[in-house]
């Protein structure tokens, strides 16, 4: 484990003095495409080693890998590769001067920095594999990844001095914050300081109350069952160790390594040395107390002020389908022949005033009307849905029967489409319809992604109702990643992929820029849904779930500096979207050297995601979903469910009229 160390610290400095202060990124792409010829997941190394860093990987890689399995040989490859392929975006970005927001900047830093790779070695020291029938799920990797962000942030605390100003780095967490948010070092410090604590909250829940039902339903061996638990505390072993670690090296930013003190490097006082570990853990929950007691003990239901929405930065022009008026007509009919305007969750009037052709017609403004019936009625269904879950399970706190509702909809999917179950009700019904017309026409390897992306969204409104049941308002960064999958991101981007895997390799769309580019529209549309929804998800509905809220209770601020923090995170994102089509997508295409149809099938596809992000602006600008009018309608009075009635003294205008928005499109 030491040699595994001393090599990656090795190749963390022999990167930087080689490549990121010459700036060198051909020579680097060279040196980096070679390591992987000494990972391999079967059959001996082949190649000869050149230098210091190929000869520790190939004796480190012979000494490890025999008494590991093909499973976790499978992921150690992944994570090393990641640490070493994603240099590059460090690199990339110090020659271009370029500061990462701060939602990339966790992304990446997840990557970069090793944590998970360190994950996957402590498997190997505890001698205690995750089975594979777990390793890829949602807990499991919650716990890689608040484990890797926690190690990352303390790093980039305690190296800030180091990097900043000795070496020019720009890849810091507290830099990142400090620009971002226009504050001072030591307000940027304790902000990611406070994130760091949220990433170690967000491991104790997940480890508490998500990895034991896990193992239960997955009906996990007894050993495998003391596997995950010796994986769990050997993540904790390294967090506290790592701690320990950096408040004694003399590498970074402590005093030369003679302070031993709780938090950001040596800005706090506390006790020092050996045996006074007891007295640091009780400081750090009485300082951490009031955001933990701040996450359970939010009011629903509250009156929200009256504030003003910030303008939005949307570089793209909206276009709109000229079959709208048509979809509109046919998804109201479809409704009512499949049942979800039964009045029980949906009638025909909230189908209408969610206006989901708009929707479509400005995602999908050059499609056919056929297929934008498709679109229009596979987001009337994501809505629906969205809306059926608090309304059936969330009230009752049901949720083993969410589950058993989950099943269903994936038997509902067969990929080979046949043999599936009855639907009973409208949502399975229209699950059903829509699967049918569909999935059929796609190749096999896209049905199963299509498919895969329905479940991702699905799965996802099971961590919202947990987060219910537990009044738990979520972390900030597992907020941000569950969001895109309860918006159905995925899925509607899935349709705007329909039929291009012909034509461009899948593995292309795996890559870093694809990738980030669909990252930054999601996190754009998503926080555009949160900042139009939040007075009807937080007076009307008692949700938990919106990115102004996250904002406002981890900053513990008011609401219009809630809205405006969120709104610069959507321009951050975006404008991060504008780089990577501009200069990024280009890159990428020479790397790979691309034939001119695959360009234009990944150019076009970056034109369908602007065209996703301006028509889900205008949708949210033209519906009546969000009015506050709208909030007491007939379903949730029958239901029974507080509605926030006399309390419309709140209200979010919004900043586009009608006369303007009609001039935008």
Known sequence: MTDWYVWVFYFDDHFLEL???TQDTAGAKAYLDRLSAFMPVEGPITATPENPVERGLTDLWNRTVPSMSTGWRRRFVETTEALLAESLWELSNISAGRLPNPIEYVEMRRKVGGAPWSANLVEYAVQAEVPDEVAHLRPMKVLSDTFSDAVHLRNDLFSYQREVETEGELNNGVLVVERFLGCSPQRAADLVNDILTSRLHQFENTALTEVPPLLEEHGVSPQGRLDVLSYVKGLQDWQSGGHEWHLRSSRYMNDGGQAATLGPSAFLDGPKGLGTSAARILQSMVTSAPYRIRTHTHRPYEVVEPVELPELYMPYRAKLSPHLEKARSNVLDWGERIGITDGVVWDRHLLEIADLALCAAGIHPDAEPDA????????AWGTYADDYYPVVFGRTHDLTGAKAANRRLSALMPLDLNGQIAPVNGLERALSDLWQRTAGPMAPEARAAFKHAIESMTDSWLWELANQFQHRIPDPVDYLEMRRRTFGSDLTMSLCRIGHGRTVPPRIYRTRPIRALENAAADYACLVNDVFSYRKEIQYEGELHNGVLVVRNFLDCDLPTAFATVNALMTARMRQFEQLVAVDLPVLFDDYELDDASRRVLTGYAEEL?????????????????????????PRKVLGLSTGLGTSAGRIRRPMSGKRLEGAL
């Open 19 to 21: 490549y990121k202060k």
């Open 372 to 379: 934008l019936d498709v679109s229009t009625q596979w987001l």
């Open 610 to 634: 602007q065209n996703w992000m301006s028509g889900i602006l205008v949708w949210h600008q033209g519906c009546g979903r969000y009015d506050e009018a709208e909030q007491l309608h007939l």
